[in-house]
């Protein structure tokens, strides 16, 4: 590696990391999915000609929106939907009336025919009760439509569910924070709701959607409810949309630093931002962002980077999300993460790494979760979760926590991983589920970078290509790969991937000499 390429790699590194502190709320994409909801929920909020704008321009020539293999469904559901509430709003039945009718129209078409037909949904945040709000709006849109039938529920799903969680906003009861995030499938009767509690920024759930919900009305009239005013604040960051969510602070500071540092990146990092990511764990850990509950992603993550930074902090706040031999994201998870778990190894593991005498308090739950996670590979050496579309992310997660602290016994599900990754890149260089992206590009160089067998030919030789498919990818935008209640880029955290793989692979050509 030059001296000039080392530069310039450490300089962007440094660059994101002030970013971190210059945009504390995060860098994320914007929603189709949540911007939707604005559109149907906060006609008053500043931005809504740019939102209803940008759900035209993003509608595929299908009509749908969003991603393959079922991840259009939410995002084309709540576009639909909200162009539907524009249109019965009235106003002016012109070229515009027209232009939204044809978006609806075409949106409606797929709709019927994706939910006519059995349907594999992946594994999204408040899935079960979101379909089912929507596909109760659009049929109430659709009703005086002629020449236009219900569309129908899926098969897996009811309204069950979705009555019970209104019934309890409207009651005044308190609502589960986790349920907080989607608010907005309340819709009318979240508005002012009194067991619902903004945080003191002003967000509710950390969801421009959710925080959208429990204005209703009321919103538009006082203009200095602090709710609204964070609304605001959201819109003019992105200029109309907004994201699935904000903010994400100690997500993204956790991401970024883990990314950078576990590749070796000499980064300087202000003593204020180490902390406050200290000081958002509490006893029962960090979450994301403010208005979320704790997870024990957010929590293990944040624990890693403050070891790897030499500021560890005891990780026992995890215990809370110990679920046998596993840990759940949050307490009472349906479904178990495999990434989820490859970070809690992480935490632990560096913590001992930093601390030597705690082996005794954590060791046992240590070899406990390598077991667990080498369990969860798939016979093609990969893995896949529920936080991410790709299985280069998971693959990532669970490659290099099993290589830095799953023991010998970890070797081959190691070696497993890294020759899956040699087997699936692509002819161009890069690797990618559905294309290749410079994302799951960096995932991949990470596997065989960072994990033992790191010096076979073969995996520089995938490198070497892989870094050309990134130089000419710089730049560029990345696709949503993130699971939330719609598919997100969180911006800062994939680019501080692909910088440590490029850090990685100058590193490795100069040791090969």
Known sequence: MSISEAVDITTEAGDLVTSLMLRPWGQVSTSVYETGRLVSLSPWLTGHTERIDYLIRTQRQDGAWGGPDGYGVVPTLSATEGILSELTRGGD????????????????????????????????????????????????????LPGHAPIPLPDAMSYDTLHVV????????????????????????????????????????????????????????????????????????????????????????????????????????????????????????????????????????????????????????LWGFRSGTHFSTWLNEQGVSVSVNAHVL?????????????????????????????????????????????????????ALALDAFGGDASAEAVRAAAEWTLETQRPDGSWGRWEGTAEETAYAIQILLLTRGRTDPRRLRAANRADAYLSSTAGGDHPPLWHDKDLYVPRAVTRAAVIASSHLIRQARAEAG
């Not at 797929?110 to 945040?125: A, F, H, I, K, Q």
């Not at 029962?284 to 979320?292: F, I, N, Q, R, S």
């Not at 030597?356 to 979760?369: C, D, F, K, T, V």
């Open 93 to 144: 039945r012109g070229a515009e009336h027209a232009r939204l009718s044809d978006a609806a129209q075409r949106g409606l078409r797929m709709l019927t025919t994706w939910l006519s037909n059995p349907l594999d949904l992946p594994d999204m945040p408040a899935i079960e009760h979101i379909i089912p709000s929507l596909v109760a709006r659009i049929n109430q849109h659709v009703q005086g």
């Open 166 to 317: 209104t019934s309890r906003v409207r009651s005044g009861m308190e609502v589960p924070e986790k349920l907080l995030h989607a608010l907005e499938i309340a819709a009318e009767e979240a508005a002012g709701a009194p067991g619902i509690h903004p945080t003191p920024i002003g967000s509710v759930g950390a969801s421009p959607a959710a925080t959208a919900a429990w204005l209703g009305e009321h919103g538009g009239q006082d203009a200095y409810e602090p709710a609204r005013r964070h609304l605001e604040a959201v819109v003019r960051l992105y200029g109309g949309p907004v994201p699935v969510g904000l903010p994400i602070t100690v997500f993204e500071r956790g991401w970024v630093l883990s990314w950078l540092l576990r590749a070796g990146l000499p980064i300087e990092v202000p003593p204020e931002m180490v902390a406050d990511i200290r000081t958002a764990i509490g006893p029962v850990g960090t979450p994301a962002g403010p208005g979320l509950p704790a997870d024990a992603d957010t929590t293990s993550v944040a624990l890693y980077a403050l070891a790897l930074l030499g500021a560890p902090h005891e990780p026992d706040s």
């Open 346 to 398: 992480d935490a632990f593991g560096e913590y001992i790494r930093c601390r030597p005498a705690a082996s005794s308090r954590y060791g046992q739950a240590i070899a406990e979760l390598a077991a667990w996670i080498r369990d969860h590979q798939q016979p093609d050496g990969s893995w896949t979760d529920r936080w991410h579309a790709s299985p280069y992310y998971a693959t990532v997660s669970c």
